[in-house]
Structure formats: C-alpha cells, structure tokens
C-alpha cells in the first residue's frame, strides 16, 4: 500500500517537472481554437487548440468551411476527413448551434504541395444567424475564417442569397483591412481560394458555376439608384477573391437528414458519394501553405498571428451593428471629424478670408489623410470618404460664421474707440491739428492692423466717412477757436505790459496782435481759406509748435502745470512774509503791551 502510494507520487511530480510535456494526450479529436465570450460578442483564444496547433513544425495550411447554422458543415468536415460522427465534429440537429466559435481538428492531414510538406488543418467555424448573437459576432467569425484559411468553402443550401454576397463581401473587406494592420504595414492581401458549395436536390437547369455567376453579375441601373449602386458595389467588393474563386455542386447525401451520421456510405446516395470524392480532390489541388509578409507559417508562427488578428478584432474599432462598410468606417469618421475641429479650433479667429481658406485646407487634407490610413474597405471607402468630405464642409460652414461674428465683433470695438478719439479730439482745451493729426494717424493704423476677417471692408469704408467728416469738423471749429485763444491773448498781455511788468513794448505788440486779429481775419470767406492763408499759417504754425510736440503737450499738461505754479507762488509768497520780521522780535500788540508800575507812574 505504501509503495503504491509512492508511486502515485513520483510520477506525479514527474508529469509536472518533464519540461515541455504536453497535457494532451490524444490529439486525434477536434480542439476550440476561438471562443464567444458570455456575450456573444468577442472572441477569445482557446488554450487547447492553440497547443494542438504550437506543435505543427511544418508549413501549415488551414480548410476553413463557413455557411449558415443547420446548413451541414460539421457533416460536411467529417466527410471530407473520411471520419465518422461519432470520432468527428460533432453533428447537431438542435434549433441552436452545436459549433461554437472556431474548432480545428487536431491531428493535420500531411500533403506535399509543390515539394513542400505541408500540414492541412480542417476548421469548423459557427453557423451565422443562429438566435441569441449579434451581427458584428457572425462578422468576426467570417473575418477570422477568412484570415486564417488557405481554402474557404461557403457551405449554402439551394441557392446563393443576396445576404451570403453582402456578408462574405463584408467579411474579404474586413480580412483585407487586418491582413494589412497585422504588423502595422499596407500589405497586398492574399485571398483564400474560395469555393462556393452549393447542396441542392436538383441538379437540372443552370450549373453550380452559372449560379455563381449570375449573383455576381452587375445589376443594370440606368435610373441611378443608390441601392442598386450598393448592390454593385458589394460585388465589386468580391473582384479580390474573383480569380480565386471556383463553384462545385453537391446533392443531399440521403432524404433522412437526421440519421446521415449512423449511415455508411453504400447508406449514402450514390451521386453524392461521386461528388464527395470529386470534391476532396478538388480541395487537394487548390490548397496552398499559408503565407503572410513572404513567409510560410508553422505552428508556433500561425498561432502569433491568429493572436494578432484577434486583438485587433476586439479592440472596440468595430460597432457592434450593422454589416457594411460604412457603418464600420462610423467611427473612423467621427475621430477624423473630430480631428478637423480640434485643429480649427486652435485658430486664433477673426482672421483674413485667405487665411481661414488654408487653415481648412490643411486641416482637411490631414483628416482625409488620417481617413485613409485607417478606414475599412478598399472597394466601399470612396462613400465614407464623401460623407467625411461633407461633414467638414458644414463644420468649415459654422467656423466661417464664427469668424465674421468675431471680425464685426473686434472691428465694431476698434471703430468705437476710433470714434471716442475723434469725439475727444473736437473739444481740446488747447486747439492743435498736430495733436488732431496725430491722434487721426494712430486710429487708422490701429484699425488697419487690429481689424480683421471679411468685416474689415465694410468698416473700412465707415471709418472713412467718419474719419473725413470728423477732420472737416476740426479745422472748421480749429480757426475759431484758435482765433479766440489768440484774441484773448492779446488782451492778457496787454493787462500785464500795462499794469504788472509795465512795459510799454509788450503792450504795444498786445494791441498790434488784437488790431491784426480783428481785422485780417475778416478778410477771407471760409475757415478753410483763412486756414490755409500763408501769413496765418505761420501764425497757426508758432502756436503748434509752442502747444503741441512729442516732447510736450499743453493742452494735457497746461493746466496742471498751471496749478503746481500757482501753489509754488502761494508758498513762496508765505516764506517771503515769514522772512521779512526781524529774528527774535515779535511786532506789538494791543494784548501784548508793556505793563508800566506803578511808581512809574507816580
């Protein structure tokens, strides 16, 4: 007992320390490669099938059968692997699926291909439009299959439907567009050798090819209907596979379905057994080795890149609805969209017409590029493109609009302030046109320069007017005014030479410059005239050069000047009052008087 005990122990720790052990034991039986999630959604990598597929060291090349639930291709599989039901995939004559996912038969059939051994893996894949799974899951497994097999044979009942185009359609496009990701290059894409399968009970009138054919076939539409259009181009989208393409036909192997697994084959219909073995060799001779980027891929190569294809299936790229291209591109779309925007965005508006022209032009031509890179479909991308295309047409429309608000916006502002200037420039203490030109010349620089984007004519031309009309209103009012300062002046100095400094000159020159006043200016029609008189505009000339300059303006400073002046004076005027008492003396009071006594006054 205790022997047997030790025993059990050893070789317990043998199989756990023997280095590279398999913990399979009989490979002889199919494996899940690929599993659904709970959810019907995702797909996940099954550790089994991967480690019956590692241990492939030759070449390896995968027959992968697609087709609808209930359609036979479990049956089909057994068949041409010459297993029974019972050693095989399992059979399932339920309502539900009895494949989930992607199974692969674990022991390869051994060929030599071109003088190259080459290892062929039988894989069963679930059946599409089965209840309870969305449609991205049938999508998945279709781009999976169609990925990894070198043969893909599309199992259909009866006849080829409308759907089985748009969904194998759908199915190249998206293998085309991860065969190309899988390393992060824009590789050629190499189709599986696709074999439609049709099992019909009659075989008379069209042949299987005519079938094919037919549903392949450009649908007229000479009235330019877009669902027409669509149909063509889910066809279009099929020209990958169309010179690797081949139809072959099978009957019903027996009218009872349900018990075709206990059946042998002298059980079995004759005409199918015939075109069962037609079928195998057929398959023999179009199976390639799998290549991807040049290579042949053995086991441990095909499983790294089944473990690619599937992270890139599943990182969320692809909605989960739908079964066309541009619903695949939805998303692409919006992240391109959103791309144009955000570099829009960053424009510092209001800007010029031209220079919001190329800011769009760039930016566009970098979402269409981004869109490019990334969008699903060589064959269907030509509408995704044009719906990108018009999507930025109206956000460009929207930062257009925001632009002129902007433009009227800042150049409303600037015209105000313009306007302000002027107003405050007509009621000058102190008249100067040097001060008027000046403060004329800084606004219309300003303007220039600040005010921008398509409102900048129109306020142009307004500026104008207000500009002109404010400068006539200024030299019309400036000569009058200009005219009173000199005359109130004139009298000014005629007081202080008469009665403060008293000196006869500055008098006489006081009334000569009144006498002139009052009588040449008389003389001429209009202030304009008078303004540009020679003899007054050398007197208009003195009195800016002395009122206005860089250095100084009396018209800001005269008045304060003018105080501080005056406050000086008062100040000095106490400290003269204060210095003129003899130090140490007090002058007498009537409080203050010397109190005699009174023998002094005995």
Partial sequence: MQISYWIS???????????????????????????????????????????????????????????????????????????????????????????????????????????????????D???????????????????????????????????????????LSFAVELAEEFYGRVKGQDIAFEPAKLLWLIQRDFLQGKSVK????????????????????????????????????????????????TKLCDLKDDDLDSTYVKKRDQLKELVASIIRPKIVQGKHLNGKEFVAFLEQILDALNKGEIPST??????????????????????????GLPMSEQSLQDAHERSREEAMNAFDEQHFGRHHAKKSADQLDEDIKEAYKNVVMVNEYQSTKLCEELYTRCEDTMDQLQVLRLPSMAKFNAGFQQC??????????????????????????????????????????????????????????????????????????????????????LYYNPVWHFIVTTWETIVYSPIIDLDRWAIPIASI???????????????????????????????????GME
Avoid at 230 to 237: C, G, L, Y
Wanted: net charge negative; with cysteine.
């Fill in 9 to 123: 122990v050893f070789s317990i720790l043998l199989l756990f320390l023997a280095p590279g052990s398999s913990t399979i034991d009989n490979f002889h039986q199919p494996f899940p490669i690929v599993e659904p999630d709970p959810g019907h959604t995702k797909l996940r990598l099954s550790r089994e099938g991967l480690e019956a597929i590692s241990r492939i060291t030759t070449p390896i090349s995968a027959v992968a059968v697609i087709g609808p639930y209930r359609s036979g291709k479990s049956f089909l599989l057994n068949q041409l692997l010459s297993l029974s039901c019972d050693e095989g995939f399992g059979v399932g004559h339920m309502r539900d699926t009895k494949t989930k996912g992607i199974w692969v038969w674990g022991t390869p059939l051994e060929m030599d291909i071109d003088g190259v051994r080459t290892s062929v893996l039988y894989l």
């Fill in 125 to 167: 894949t679930e059946g599409f439009e089965s209840v309870g799974k969305s449609n991205v899951y049938d999508d998945r497994i279709f781009a999976l299959a169609t990925v990894m097999s070198s043969v893909l044979i599309y199992n259909l009942p009866e006849t080829i439907r409308e759907a089985d185009i748009s969904r």
């Fill in 210 to 257: 005519e079938m094919v054919d037919e549903a392949l076939r450009h649908v007229p539409n000479t009235d330019g209907d877009k669902n027409i259009d669509q149909v063509n181009q889910i066809r279009d989208s099929l020209a990958v596979m169309g010179d690797n393409s081949t139809a072959f036909s099978l009957p019903q192997p027996h009218l009872m379905r």
């Fill in 322 to 347: 739908g079964s066309l291209v541009e619903v695949f591109n939805k998303g692409i779309l919006e992240r391109c969209l959103k791309l144009y925007n955000e570099r829009m965005g960053k424009l």
């Fill in 444 to 529: 219309n620089e300003s303007f220039d320069q600040e005010c921008v984007g398509p409102s900048k004519v129109n306020y142009e031309q307004r500026m104008m007017k207000m500009m002109g009309k404010a400068r006539s209103l200024f030299i019309k009012e400036y000569n009058q005014r200009l005219f009173n300062w000199l005359v109130a002046f004139s009298l000014v100095m005629v007081v202080v030479g008469r009665f403060i400094i008293k000196f006869i000159l500055v008098e006489m020159a006081a009334w000569v410059l009144f006498i002139f006043l009052e009588t040449y200016t008389r003389m001429f029609w209009s202030a304009e005239s």
């Fill in 565 to 599: 002046r005056k406050l000086a004076q008062i100040d000095q005027d106490q400290i003269d009052e204060e210095m003129s008492v003899p130090f140490g003396l007090v002058p007498p009071s009537d409080d203050l008087r010397p109190v005699e006594s009174e023998a």
